[in-house]
């Protein structure tokens, strides 16, 4: 069992950057693939990026090259840091941890950009 709680979440401008953090408690981070997806309003929840346990990454074209994910398995923590912001990143994002048949989700922490 995996317990996940994002945090970082805010108002930014455009242009901006913020950093989210997925916070896991539970055995066993190091060997999960983790990942952010992020849902809009009217709009289906959506990969933004990934990370296995052994630190391959991968990203929605839409965020490729402003955004980067990372881990530190020392501190159980997942980390999504977001540059060059634009209004269509708006969205709550989620973390998601998996190993084999089990899916883990995090309550989801609000990103709005706007100035």
């Known amino acids: 069992q995996v317990r996940l709680v994002e945090s970082g979440g805010g108002l930014v401008q455009p242009g901006g950057s913020l950093r989210i953090s997925c916070a896991a408690s539970?055995?066993?981070?190091?060997?999960?693939?983790m990942g952010w997806y992020r849902q809009a309003p009217g709009k289906q929840r959506e990969a933004v990026a990934t990370?296995?346990?052994?630190?391959?990454?991968n990203y929605v074209d839409s965020v490729k090259g402003r955004f980067t994910i990372s881990r530190d398995n020392a501190k159980n923590t997942l980390y999504l840091q977001m540059n060059s912001l634009k209004p269509e990143d708006t969205a709550v994002y989620y973390c998601?941890?998996?190993?084999?048949?089990?899916?883990?989700w995090g309550q989801g922490t609000q990103v709005t950009v706007s100035s």
């Open positions: 539970g055995s066993g981070f190091s060997m999960y693939t």
């Open positions: 990370i296995t346990s052994g630190g391959t990454t």
């Open positions: 998601k941890a998996t190993r084999l048949w089990n899916n883990y």
